[in-house]
């Protein structure tokens, strides 16, 4: 095509830069500064989508962001491909590819259109009440069929190909949107010094006055003081979306999206996470349509969008037009498009004698006009062909054929962000809006969004607004008379059951739906629009709130103040999920902690498993191995030899002071003021309620100085709670808490040959069994390097667990396999961990206790310090409703009939496997392993009143079989400990 | 994201700090019924409006202070040291 | 005693590879974390010659020492490796006063960042405001960036070192290149 719709002159589109687009397939050409919506219009295509239940052929309504039809899927392929953006606010880019949405197999011919003649089947709410028939019908027929024909865009086959950026910002004031308010408030603040970011959702800063050739100097005048600010942060193309608490606005930035993404090297856009002392949202006004019979047909467009293509974008966005008015606005679009050369077959006004400059400038372009007048019906199937005026309250109409319609309800001030920033709006009655009225944030609103039409008033009140935001003296607002409109369904004299005047383009919603749930009895405000979906779709209503307010007050009698509004909510329009993900992708998703050890482990072979953030090396399979083959081998070398095993992501704690062991004796259940420096002791501690939060070994290095341990996942969560306690509750302890967990690297080497192996490396200390035995600590060098070297087994073996400064602890590592070669050490992983603990029935916080575990059920009882006159939990576990309770799960072990059966973690234990559903259940496997020293099955698992029924035989019951375990005790290996004397 | 007024460092965003729940709960484990000591587990004045709850700046100063946060508005009225009094 | 001898260990530093442009590891130092009750504050001072009376949030550095105030009664205690003499100096001078001294040498890792860009990087995932009014230089605090907890100093208009746990080194530096590649320089 040609662009014959292309005025000759005029807009601000540069017609050297001819920009080729494909739209459905079909190659055609714009201009540099065209939108895709600009651009299709100088095509003469009105017809852009079918609508969201209907199906309807659907046409371009807007020029800017409240646009509820003209959604689009934009990409050259899968992975830059994004659904549902608004033609008029995409920018043309070279080779742009667009297609039509919710159409089958095209926008012309489309089969999804069968429910728009089977309207009267689909009314508000028709899911409630039609197809419930057969039972079962709608969730099995119904709903699918239904869904697949209702719907806005498709997802993107790929992933998003896209980099996205993120940025804090912090600023004095922020100004929302670049229009003749926001510009003079940027300004005024700029001057006193502050700094101010101003941004705007379009490529040039001017807002409406970009559609106002007579206002070009002005505003290259602004332009160009605004450059002269360096306190001014300028932010063209950039949407605030949100409005969140304390002044934080969030903001999405189109970077490169607008050249199509050309390289994914540079990020498709930035979200922005603004902090302002002060917002002023100068965000402009919307108009409104008119609710007309068949008013949703192409070519029935907003009349000051129209006048936008024309001005703006040198577009005749038709050849013969019928202006539909309620407000003196659109008199300006009629004289714009009759000097564009567009034919203006009739304005039609619905009020009775209207009268002022802009009808007088139509009466002397020679524009016929007809006062108290209305649209009672249209026609055109792919394109408005005419429509049928009528006197209000008479019955005969005249049809005045026309390929383009212009309404105008009047103007609606954008409130969405001063509305989800909390603050109260405020009825206008001369406006017959809502504007804003008591803020709850520091924020000012400006120019056309706080009720302003003349250009005049909107510069002052942008002017004030930053005055104002900056603590400076304001002169008094600018006086005008400002004209309402109209809100809600036109008079048009036919049967209502029989039309369909739109009120919600998007989600296909009209008078009829709005009056018939008010007939059925909806009256608040949020039930007519949860049941009728009005305002509901992705544009929340921003054509169509006020009309569905209109409607709902006429019909109820009520006046709109009455009646309220409903919620804006964050994001004023869809934002791409990839600029909330920003850089959080792949590996940089989060943090993957890796050990001193991990490249050894990974150059050994080692598989990982995460666990918490950390990488923890699970097995090292030798040639094929399995991970069972492995896990025996690694396991049968610790019990017969020596095996070596990275516990360096155990949480450490280092807690130092006078106060320091009583410090624990207040936190761990455990008594530690008689433990001597250079002795360890394994402890419990609980949280307040008396259940078990973490455990770990706590080495006295000296009288005021403690090394503990905890779970690898417990880490912060146990400082923090430590911290919690000492700062706010035991405030009379001189002790203070140091994290070192990432100071050492832990080595752990155990088995009955561990002492053999690291002996000939330790040096400052007596590590035999008579100078250092199980459960001791003493700071020494090992391998050269400073060490705290504890004796301490989670294996049952002899065992020692090396801590040396991080940085040496691969090298110390290597130097302890290296002395370990001649004694047949191997490295084992968490798996053989696992199973050499369970063999020893230790628990393991988290996997035996799920946080309503008491040390007694976990037959810990012997830990506690029964003297002590409080510890964290203590008078918990007291109460009676916890100490008198009979059948509380208790820590046992269990042995499968058949020894090869290893039951599934999680599975619940019963009495009678025959019993029918539901069961009761006894209890359930917390732990469940193959044991190669055992040559059999074991598990641990917690069960009511379990250690009363040692010996007992319950069953696991598993789809279509059951499996008798017997209970035992929970150690299962060497139950006198004497390996750990070794 | 709030902005929360740390008594040691000032005006800080919200997600450098963590909640501690409600404030000035009394912990007095040696004098009290099991009813008591329910109630201070597991109740909570849960205040619609102003609330005395503990903030702890842990990706700061790590301090733990106290806090009067209205729960409607979501604005802070005041924030003080642990053993200050309240203005 | 060891009966073999025992090779002088190998360091292993928790960044290996390449990193940034703009980002350039600091050599292995000497960290300590001290704290100190306000009655040992001037002797702590006069015994390590670092004036920890400055406020919270602040750096002061004397000599090759530094001092990050990181809470009312924290210090991040700075020093090349060599510096062997600081837990001596504190013992000898605060013999009967309070204070608490750990060593974390390994627990972090240092990187400093510099450019034109350098606090706009930071702030890519670091929700301070870096304005030179509102985060001058010498100012240091422990603050996030992105997942990960970090020690923010500001060393010059144009230039920060971050202290970060070496487990969280890797993704903090991985992140800064990411987010670098939108900077030209």
New interface residues.
């Given amino acids: 095509m040609t662009q014959k719709y292309r005025l000759a002159t005029g807009g601000l589109i540069d017609r050297r830069v001819t920009v080729p687009f494909t739209f459905d397939g079909k190659a055609m050409t714009g201009h540099a500064g065209d939108t895709l919506a600009s651009a299709l219009l100088a095509n003469g295509v009105h017809l852009v989508g079918r609508s969201f239940k209907y199906h309807r052929p659907r046409g371009i309504v807007s020029a800017g962001a409240e646009e509820p039809n003209a959604l689009v899927g934009v990409g050259r392929d899968e992975g830059h491909y994004t659904p549902n953006l608004r033609a008029t606010q995409v920018e043309l880019y070279h080779g742009l590819r667009a297609e039509s949405q919710n159409r089958t197999p095209s926008l012309e011919r489309d089969v999804g259109s069968i429910t728009d003649r089977l309207w009267r089947f689909f009314p508000a709410g028709f899911y409630y009440k039609t197809f419930m028939w057969p039972k079962g019908a709608w969730t099995k027929f119904f709903e699918p069929r239904i869904r697949a024909i209702a719907g806005l865009g498709r997802s993107p086959a790929a992933p998003d190909a896209a980099?996205y950026?993120?940025?804090?910002?912090?600023c004095d004031v922020l100004v929302i949107g670049a229009g003749p308010a926001g510009l003079s408030a940027a300004l005024a603040a700029a001057e006193t010094g502050a700094?101010v970011i101003l941004c705007d959702e379009q490529p040039q800063f001017g807002g409406a006055l970009l559609a106002e050739p007579g206002q070009s100097a002005w505003l290259a005048e602004q332009r160009a003081r605004l450059a002269g600010f360096a306190n001014i942060t300028m932010l063209p193309r950039t949407i605030a979306f949100g409005y969140?608490?304390?002044n934080?606005i969030g903001l999405a930035q189109d970077l490169t999206d607008h050249q199509g993404e050309t390289s994914d090297?540079?990020?498709r856009g930035r979200l922005w996470?603004v902090?302002a002392k002060q917002v002023i949202t100068a965000t402009g006004a919307i108009e409104r349509p008119l609710v007309f019979p068949d008013n949703d047909r192409p070519g029935i467009m907003l009349a000051d969008a129209a006048r936008t293509y024309v001005e703006r974008y040198a577009v005749k966005p038709g050849n013969r037009a019928v202006v539909f008015t309620a407000h003196d606005d659109a008199y300006r679009a009629a004289v714009s498009l009759h000097e564009a050369g567009v034919t203006i077959a009739a304005i039609v006004d619905l009020r009775e004698s209207p009268e002022g400059p802009c009808l007088d400038a139509a009466r002397a372009a020679g524009l016929p006009i007809r006062t108290h007048a209305t649209i009672i019906g249209t026609e055109g199937n792919l394109r408005v062909a005419a429509v049928s005026v009528a006197t209000i309250g008479a019955a005969n109409a005249e049809r005045i054929a026309c390929d383009l319609v212009l309404m105008s309800g009047g103007f609606t001030p954008s409130v969405h962000l001063f509305s989800q920033s909390?603050g109260k709006l405020a009825f206008d009655p001369a406006l017959d809006a809502f504007i804003p009225g008591t803020p709850?944030e520091p924020t000012i609103a400006a120019g056309a969004a706080s009720g302003c039409q003349s250009l005049e008033a909107a510069i002052a009140s942008g002017r004030a607004a930053g005055l104002s935001a900056t603590g400076q003296a304001v002169a008094a607002p600018v006086a005008e008379t400002v004209a309402a409109g109209f809100l809600g369904e036109v008079p048009h004299g036919r049967d209502p059951a029989s039309v369909r005047a739109f009120v919600d383009f998007q989600n296909d919603v009209t008078a009829k739906d709005i009056t018939l749930a008010l007939a059925e009895g909806f009256r608040s405000i949020e039930h007519v629009k949860r049941y009728t979906t009005t305002g509901m779709a992705t544009d929340q209503g921003k054509t169509s709130n006020m009309n569905a307010l209109g409607i709902v007050s006429k019909s109820l009698g009520v006046p709109i103040p009455s009646i309220g509004t409903t919620t804006f909510r964050m994001p004023y329009t869809p934002i791409p999920f990839g600029y909330f993900a920003?850089?959080?992708r792949g590996?940089?998703f989060?943090?993957?902690?890796?050990?001193?050890i991990h490249?050894w482990a990974a150059e050994q072979g080692a598989v990982f498993e995460d666990v918490s953030?950390?990488k923890r090396a699970r097995y090292f399979p030798r040639g094929a191995e399995t991970m069972h083959e492995a896990v025996a081998r690694e396991c049968a070398a610790v019990r017969a030899g020596v095996g070596l095993f990275d516990a360096s992501t155990l949480g450490k704690i280092?807690i130092?002071?006078?106060d320091a062991a009583e410090f624990l004796n207040r936190m761990y259940v455990n008594a530690w003021t008689k433990l001597k420096p250079g002795r360890l002791r394994y402890g419990i501690l609980l949280r307040?309620?008396g259940f078990i939060i973490d455990d770990g070994v706590v080495g006295r290095i000296a009288d005021d100085r403690f090394h503990v341990t905890t779970t690898t996942g417990g880490a912060a969560r146990v400082l923090?709670m430590m911290?919690?306690y000492l700062?706010?509750?035991f405030?009379d302890l001189?002790v203070?808490l140091?994290?070192?967990?990432?100071?050492?690297a832990v080595i752990a080497v155990q088995g009955p040959r561990a002492r053999e192996v690291i002996a000939?490396?330790?040096?400052?200390a007596d590590i035999s069994a008579a100078a250092m035995p199980h459960m001791s600590v003493v700071e020494c060098?090992v391998?050269?390097?400073p060490a705290r070297l504890f004796r301490v087994s989670f294996t049952g073996e002899l065992g020692f667990e090396i801590n040396v400064?991080?940085?040496?602890?691969?090298?110390?590592w290597e130097?302890i396999d290296q002395a370990g070669q001649t004694h047949g050490i191997v490295p084992y992983g968490t798996e053989t961990m696992h199973v050499l603990r369970a063999e020893k029935g230790y628990i393991i916080v988290g996997q035996e206790t799920d946080g309503t575990a008491t040390p007694d059920d976990v037959g810990l009882t012997w830990a506690i310090g029964k003297a002590k006159?409080?510890f964290v939990g203590?008078?918990?576990l007291a109460?009676?409703?916890l100490a008198s309770q009979t059948d509380r799960k208790q820590l046992v072990g269990l042995l499968t009939a058949d020894p090869a059966e290893v039951l599934e973690e999680g599975a619940h234990l019963v009495a009678d496997p025959a019993q029918p559903i539901p069961m009761t259940m006894l209890g359930h496997v917390t732990s469940s392993y193959w044991s190669a020293a055992l040559n059999r099955s074991i598990a641990l698992a917690m069960v009511r009143n379990g250690r009363a029924r040692i010996g007992e035989t319950l069953h696991v019951p598993l789809p279509g079989r059951s499996v008798a375990v017997t209970l035992t005790d929970p150690v299962f290996y060497d139950p006198e400990g004497a390996r750990l004397d070794g | 994201m709030l902005v929360i007024s740390c008594p040691y460092c000032g005006d800080r965003p919200e997600i450098e700090f963590s909640y501690g729940g409600e404030a000035h709960v009394v912990r007095a484990p040696a004098s009290v019924t099991d009813e008591e000591w329910t109630a201070f587990l597991y109740q909570r004045s849960n205040a619609r409006g102003s609330y005395a709850e503990r903030w702890r700046h842990a990706h700061g100063c790590g301090r733990f202070f106290n806090a009067r946060r209205n729960t409607v508005t979501d604005f802070f009225e005041q924030t003080y040291k642990i053993g200050e009094a309240p203005a | 005693m060891a009966d073999i001898a025992i090779a002088p260990a190998r360091r292993t530093a928790p960044l290996p590879g390449a990193v940034d442009r703009r980002i350039e590891k600091s050599a292995p130092l000497t960290r300590f974390v001290l704290r100190l009750p306000e009655e040992s504050i001037t002797a702590a001072g006069a015994a390590l010659g670092l004036d920890f009376t400055a406020p919270i949030n602040r750096a002061v550095t004397a000599g090759y020492r530094m001092a990050l105030r990181l809470g009312p009664d924290e210090w991040l205690v700075l020093a090349p490796a060599a510096d062997a003499a600081i837990p001596g100096a504190l013992g000898a001078g605060l013999a009967d006063r309070l204070f608490s001294l750990v060593d974390v040498s390994h627990r972090q890792t240092g990187i400093r960042l510099a450019g034109p860009h350098a606090g706009a990087m930071i702030n890519a995932l670091c929700p301070l405001d870096l304005g030179s009014a509102a985060f001058p230089v010498g100012m240091a605090t422990r603050t996030i960036f992105a997942k990960a907890d970090i020690v923010l100093w500001r060393t010059g208009i144009a230039e920060f070192h971050l202290e970060i746990w070496r487990s969280f080194a890797p993704y903090v530096v991985s992140l800064l290149h990411e987010i670098g590649r939108e900077y030209p320089d």
């Fill in positions: 980099r950026a993120q940025i804090y910002a912090h700094r969140f608490p304390h934080m090297d540079a990020p996470q902090r909390r709850a920003g850089y959080a590996d940089l989060e943090p993957v902690r890796e050990t001193p490249a953030l950390w280092e130092t002071g006078p307040e309620d923090n911290e919690d700062q706010t509750e405030t001189k203070w140091t994290s070192t967990t990432e100071q050492y000939p490396l330790v040096e400052d060098r391998a050269g390097v400064p991080a940085d040496y602890g691969r090298a110390v130097a006159p409080d203590k008078r918990a109460r009676t409703a």
